[in-house]
């Protein structure tokens, strides 16, 4: 199932956790596609595609199926995301490949776990076209987290 809009609270923040963890780990620049499982911000397992690296649809969903089962144990808190460079607010081959992929292994293993893809300035989910961008994301200080709690 897709990300729809309204998006909660819950998935603003692990999506933005997201975003803020791609954005701070990758100078600006090319950074290679990866893909990753797991809950952003904390744990993940990750596939990075290397450069000339050929894969084709079953291997993509091959790939996507070892990070299910790697994140088995993070349960319903799990999430998916491409990570690539680029402008969230165009769509890429790799973002159409890859959530193919993803929700086929999903689908082979009976669950659910959503995917997006993220960028430097936001996320993004493929199937719904569900967007989100950020001009200036920055950390925010802990003053400012607790008097959201």
């Known amino acids: 199932m897709p990300v729809s809009a309204p998006i909660t609270r819950a998935e603003h923040r692990v999506l933005r956790a997201a975003v803020l963890e791609f954005k701070e780990a990758q ?24 450069p000339g690296q050929v894969l ?18 993070y349960g319903a808190r799990r999430w998916a995301w491409l990570t690539r460079t680029g402008t969230v ?5 790799a973002d159409a490949a890859w959530s193919s992929a993803w929700y086929a292994a999903c689908a082979e293993a009976g669950v659910h776990v959503p995917f997006v893809v993220v960028t430097r300035s936001g996320w993004r989910d ?3 076209g569900v967007i989100r961008e950020w001009q200036r994301l920055r950390r925010r200080s802990d003053a400012a987290i607790q008097s959201q709690v």
């Not at 084709?56 to 144990?73: C, F, K, V």
């Not at 607010?89 to 081959?93: Q, R, Y």
């Open 27 to 50: 100078p600006r620049g090319r950074a290679p596609v990866s893909l990753r499982a797991g809950v952003p911000g904390r744990a993940s397992a990750v596939h990075v595609v290397t």
């Open 56 to 73: 084709d649809q079953s291997l993509r969903t091959d790939i996507s199926a070892a990070l299910l089962q790697r994140t088995a144990s």
């Open 89 to 93: 607010a165009s769509l890429h081959d």
């Open 126 to 128: 493929p199937r719904s």
